[in-house]
């Protein structure tokens, strides 16, 4: 008696056999990417923003110290020779800042400095006056270690005892109240990057947790094969580490075209040397991006090779 068997293969069945074919299998380290290199890229350029913030303070109080100055105002009646002379004078002082070896001493002229303020108000004041009541001046700029005020004023009272110098001018504790104001922003900059830091690390363990839960079955189908904790672990810290780092990348290429961006609209504004700064926190959001993934990863593959078979269900 011969069984005659029969398959009746409709469409869908065909469809179904085929996707089963060719279904992808699945394979150890391979979890979700794109959720995780979003939402790295986005915690670490909030925390690379707020740390080059920090940078940002910094650099601007050492170009205000750089630029910082005083202006030297001569009396009317002082020939070009006690100019001369009072140059030299001022050139033997050592509080006087250096740029590439060349002293950072301008002589301006009562002409320029009447030019410069017709500018600033719009208003020709001489022809009103029919007189230029500015004088001749030097603006000295001041090295760094003599710009406290105590110094400041010890160097106005030494220049003013000087014959042929009127008045010594210049804007007092200018230099501590910004120092002081980039100080507290600084400090409330670096508590946010802190706070994001500690957000970013939950977040991305949170993620990585959820993205290795459809890898369970397969670590414990491995570990049933014999495979070593170590064997388990390599793939996926090494796409985590992949991952870490195209995220920092994607965060410190964003976080320059933002400031590219800003340095285009405020062309006054030169922060060619500010990119130097930058170097430091892509270095940072490096360090952080894979050490996070890596950690996270390694923290949440140990946890489904410690489950039961049971747990993992």
Known sequence: MMLDLHFNWNNNSIYEWKKLKYKKKKKLGAFPFLSIITSNTLALTAIGLFASM???????????KENFEIQVILERDVSDNDKRKILKTLESKPFIAEKEDTLRINFISKEQAAE????????DFVNILNNNPL??????HISEEFQSEQKLKE???NLEEISGIHEVSYVPNLLEEINENIYKISTVFLAITLLMLIIFILLINNTIKLALFSQRFLIRSMQLVGATKNFIQKPFLGRAFAYGLV??????????AIIYGLNSQFAQINLEPFYDGLLIVTGI???AGCLGCVLS???AVNKYLKLSLDELY
């Open 285 to 287: 959001l490096i360090a």
């Open 116 to 123: 410069k303020l017709t500018a600033e108000i719009g208003e």
């Open 297 to 299: 990863t390694w923290f």
């Open 155 to 157: 160097i106005k009272s």
């Open 135 to 140: 004088r001749d001046s030097y603006q000295i």
């Open 247 to 256: 995220s920092a990348l994607l965060a410190s290429g964003l976080i320059y």
């Open 54 to 64: 920090i940078l940002f303070g910094n650099y601007f109080a050492t170009v205000v």
